[in-house]
């Protein structure tokens, strides 16, 4: 079974400032690879999604994240961070190897901007 | 947003009494799921629908219960609950096999 390790529980940074949200997960042939954000008190939304293809994906908001096989990580990264990206941002992977798709999810970074 | 609702989205019971939390979409996706959602350990599975009457165990499973009877409804029920099943719960749907999922936006729990 998958595993997925956020290393980062909370991230503050400054509006305008870059940030990387960390991801890593446990070995497998193929994965397909997930990052989802919250807003408070709403469900998860999709910012990306890795299957296959260009290791480098690009989502909503500006975000983008860079699949990497040989370390097992999917990184989250945008250039520039605005108010309204205050919020909890979950990786998660799906085991590309097995039948159905279930999600293990990753223990969620929540990231703080401040002004 | 996908069209999933949950009900109800939010709900105060004692201990020792049944709940049953329902999602209902309009989508007509063939998967289902139920997870809780507890600080630090992100979304975990509870179970899931591959199908009408098709379910299975997630991660969790333990105390809970899941129908399916139509493609579009999906019942979790806690025949007795506890207060460790204080948590927020979250419905989500997919198409297909390793497509992303469309979650609801979640029923809060609390077990008195």
């Known amino acids: 079974a998958q595993s997925v390790t956020q290393l980062d529980s909370q991230v503050p940074v400054f509006e305008e400032a870059p940030v990387e949200l960390r991801c890593n997960y446990s070995?497998?042939?193929?994965?397909?690879l997930f990052w989802y954000v919250q807003y408070p008190n709403q469900g998860l939304q999709l910012l990306l999604k890795?299957?296959?293809?260009?290791?480098l994906v690009k989502g909503i908001n500006g975000f983008e994240a860079e699949f990497n096989k040989s370390q097992t990580s999917f990184h989250l990264r945008k250039p520039s961070v605005h108010i309204s990206d205050t919020a909890e941002y979950f990786c998660?992977?799906?085991?590309?190897?097995?039948?159905?798709?279930?999600?293990?999810f990753g223990g969620g970074t929540r990231l703080m901007v401040k002004p | 947003d996908a069209g999933i609702t949950q009900s109800p989205r939010h709900k105060v019971t004692e201990t020792g009494t049944p709940v049953t939390l329902r999602c209902h979409q309009t989508?007509?996706?063939?998967?289902m799921y139920w997870y809780r959602q507890d600080p630090g350990h992100g979304l975990r599975l509870i179970h899931y629908?591959?199908?009408?009457?098709?379910?299975d165990k997630g991660e969790v499973s333990d105390g809970y219960s899941v129908s399916r009877s139509k493609t579009e409804d999906f019942l979790l029920t806690l025949e007795s609950a506890t207060s460790s099943q204080t948590s927020v719960y979250f419905c989500?749907?997919?198409?297909?096999?390793?497509?992303?999922?469309?979650f609801g936006p979640g029923t809060r729990l609390t077990v008195l």
């Open positions: 989500a749907i997919s198409p297909q096999l390793a497509a992303e999922e469309f």
């Open positions: 629908s591959y199908g009408v009457k098709d379910t």
């Open positions: 070995s497998s042939v193929s994965v397909y």
């Open positions: 989508e007509n996706h063939r998967y």
């Open positions: 890795y299957l296959s293809g260009s290791t």
């Open positions: 998660a992977v799906s085991d590309g190897d097995n039948a159905g798709n279930m999600l293990t």
